[in-house]
């Protein structure tokens, strides 16, 4: 999983948006938690770790992949 957050953070990374009205080229960059949905488990609880591993990504500098562990 973390190999497809991180492709997907390369290809944003990668792209520029231009301003229509003054041209100038803005850089993106993208944050991303990871969680897994474990058998049996609310979604909610998955959801949570993500949102979890996403706070962290976003704390130690934003563009990058976290995956949550637990």
Known sequence: MR???ER???LVQAA???VAAT???LP???SIGISVVEAHEPLDAA???ADKALTQAKQ???NRVVVSNG
Request: aromatic share 0%; glycine share 14%; proline share 0%.
């Open 60 to 62: 130690i500098g934003r």
């Open 3 to 5: 190999m497809v957050g």
């Open 8 to 10: 997907l953070r390369a």
């Open 16 to 18: 520029t948006l231009r």
């Open 28 to 30: 993106l960059t993208v």
């Open 47 to 49: 959801i949570a770790r």
């Open 23 to 25: 041209g100038e080229v």
